[in-house]
């Protein structure tokens, strides 16, 4: 009995711990959190531009109006407009329209502007009457007339004709001015925009086209007016954008159309081509030069000029070490790398010796250009080709733009022969072959000016 009481105890408390213990349960697999893929943020043609400098979008733009392409105001501003301008100029040229230039369709860009922009004698002027700065066609339009009321350029013909008038004028205001133009005789209205400070106003007058831009300032207005034949709207309406935009009736100082003094102190590159001393390099980085000193080596003579190719040849005395460049037979290849050395200011103070790639371009008059434009200093700079030799001499040319004054370049090449020719016109023997070691050959100028 005893026993069997035992048992069933032992039974009864297995029972209660067999309840007592945690019943075991089936692993949850934990649901998958729903994830987004980060996607980088893809660049727009617009955020392109607006990383481009102020000259560089002013430039662009203004290529584009002498293209054909823009008809928009140039003033440096990103806008669809402009974009679209790009990406019809690409598909012109067939390349895909991505609204972005790549230095290749740059170089042609400013090579197809070029050609009208000659063409038409284009160049900014001062308005000596009014004190106005303009741009004018000056091939277009040789005649001027001026008096005390402003100025007048016309063609020998009068199919083309542009004038430049002044008043004062009591409570002047942009609206009346504007209405006063519209009612002139003959005038129909195609286009017409009035704001406080100036307005616009487009169409034809007696079959002739014509627009009007008028600028306010407290009691007087500056007018500006050109009239041209239906006949010659092909080569006008480019040349019309182009006033429009460099049209600034009341700049901040007279020498506002002027090119930019030059500094006091500037910085070119120049090649070494003999190892007695002589240097080439890009003749108006070294023009009006109190004295021109050779980094690390003192001053340096100039010995010969060329103005038309635009190429000086300087001499030092004493130097050694010196390691002349192979002048070559290198040809204007579509890339090119320039050696040269650039401003301190654009490398912490330094003096370097540097190296940029650029595209080359086959322009008018048969001017090669180099795209993108080195920086300041690389006047003079070598240029290389993709077989190491010595392809020619880089030159900067200030750029015309129609639009605000600003100072810009752009890079020219001066081909190997022609430098070649140039130094051996004045009795300097040079070596031939490939660069080799380029940098070795390149000085910095230094030109101290008034």
């Not at 009006?288 to 040849?313: F, P, Q, Y």
Request: net charge positive.
């Amino acid at each position: 009995m005893r026993s069997m009481l035992s048992a069933t105890a032992m039974i009864m408390l297995a029972s209660a711990a067999h309840a007592q213990a945690p019943a075991q349960s089936t692993p949850v697999k934990p649901k998958p959190v729903a994830t987004v893929p980060v996607r980088p943020a893809v660049q727009t043609p617009a955020d392109t531009a607006k990383s481009m400098t102020q000259t560089e979008r002013l430039s662009i733009q203004s290529d584009l109006a002498w293209t054909g392409n823009y008809n928009g105001a140039i003033n440096g501003e990103v806008s669809d407009r402009m974009v679209n301008s790009i990406k019809a100029f690409q598909q012109t040229n067939g390349g895909k329209p991505t609204g972005v230039l790549n230095p290749q369709e740059r170089g042609l860009l400013a090579a197809a502007a070029k050609k009208p922009r000659d063409t038409v004698g284009w160049k900014i002027v001062t308005d000596l009457v009014t004190g106005a700065r303009l741009g004018i066609p000056g091939k277009l339009v040789p005649q001027q007339i001026s008096d005390s009321g402003g100025s007048k350029w016309q063609s020998s013909t009068g199919t083309i004709q542009v004038l430049l008038t002044r008043r004062r004028e009591e409570a002047l205001t942009s609206a009346k001015l504007a209405e006063a133009e519209r009612k002139q005789p003959g005038r129909k209205l195609d286009y017409s925009a009035v704001k406080p400070d100036f307005f616009v106003l487009s169409g034809l007058q007696s079959q002739k086209k014509f627009y009007v831009r008028g600028q306010l300032k407290g009691d007087e207005v500056r007018i500006l007016t050109i009239l041209y034949d239906q006949a010659t709207e092909g080569t006008m309406e480019p040349v019309v954008i182009a006033m429009s935009s460099a049209f600034d009736a009341f700049p901040a100082s007279a020498q506002a159309a002027a090119p930019p003094p030059r500094k006091k102190v500037e910085y070119a590159s120049g090649i070494v081509v003999s190892a007695d001393g002589a240097i080439v390099t890009d003749r108006p980085a070294v023009d009006g030069c109190l004295s021109i000193t050779v980094a690390g080596h003192g001053n340096a003579d100039k010995i010969a000029e060329d103005k038309t190719r635009d190429l000086a040849l300087l001499r030092i005395y004493g130097a050694r070490d010196l390691r002349p460049l192979p002048l070559g037979t290198g040809a204007a290849k579509s890339d090119l790398t320039l050696i040269g050395i650039a401003d301190p200011q654009n490398q912490g103070g330094g003096g370097a010796v540097s190296s940029v790639k650029a595209a080359t371009t086959q322009g008018t008059n048969n001017e090669t250009t180099l795209s993108p434009s080195p920086g300041i200093g690389f006047a003079g700079a070598a240029a290389i080709d993709t077989e190491g030799t010595f392809a020619g001499l880089t030159q900067l040319k200030p750029v015309v733009i129609a639009g605000p004054a600003t100072a810009t370049s752009q890079a020219v090449l001066a081909p190997a022969d022609v430098v070649r020719n140039f130094v051996k016109a004045n009795g300097v023997s040079t070596e031939a072959g490939k660069a080799g070691d380029a940098k070795a050959s390149m000085l910095r100028l230094i030109c101290v000016r008034k």
